[in-house]
Structures are given as C-alpha cells and as structure tokens.
Nanobody, 118 residues
C-alpha cells in the first residue's frame, strides 16, 4: 500500500502560479501511474492530469492544457503539478492518486486546497 501526501496548495491571485507536490511512502512510485484530480465545492471530482509510470506519457483535461504540467521524480518518490496562469475556476481541493494504470487509481491522498482569487 502506498501512502500519498499532497502539499503546495494555497491562496493565489488570478494569473499566478503554484506547484503542488505529492510525496509517496510505503512503496516506490516508479511502477505506478499517477494522476491529479480536483473537486470544487458542489461539484464532482474531475481528472486534471495524468502521467505514466515512466513519465513518458502525460494527459490533461482540456481546461488546463497549456497551463498545467505534470511531472514525476521517481528517485524522490514525488509527483508534481505545476500550475501557471491560474484562474478562479481552478479553485478546488486537489488530490493525487496512484494506480497500476490510468484506469484504476487505487490510492489517494488527503488533498490540498487551491484558491484563486479574481
């Protein structure tokens, strides 16, 4: 079982940037596909970005393409989400997740709040 802890959230003005980190313990992340999801108040959790175990393949939801970048450092057992040009609609709790593939995320972190003010 892998444990995930997100950090890096906070309050930022529109147009600003944040970098979220997801640190893993318990198991090495190198064999896991990783994803970032978010949930805004009153909305369902949605996929934001994903990265393959090797880091070669990345995917993004359309609303963040060109603004967010997912990356991983398997040596540090950490996955990142660089968020630039933030918008108020990016406000949400952001969660990282790990799984054997991109269709089956089994392990989730507790989430980190991102608030973007206009």
């Amino acid at each position: 079982q892998v444990q995930l802890v997100e950090s890096g959230g906070g309050l930022v003005q529109a147009g600003g940037s944040l970098r979220l980190s997801c640190a893993a313990s318990g198991r090495t992340l190198s064999s896991y596909a990783m994803g970032w999801f978010r949930q805004a108040p009153g909305k369902v959790r949605e996929f934001v970005a994903g990265i393959s175990s090797s880091g070669i393949v990345t995917r993004y939801t359309d609303s963040v393409k060109g603004r967010f970048t997912i990356s991983r450092d398997n040596a540090r057992n950490t996955v990142y989400l660089q968020m630039n040009s933030l918008k108020p609609e990016d406000t949400a709790v952001y969660y990282c997740a790990a799984g054997p593939n991109r269709y089956d995320y089994k392990n989730w972190g507790q989430g980190t709040q991102v608030t973007v003010s206009s």
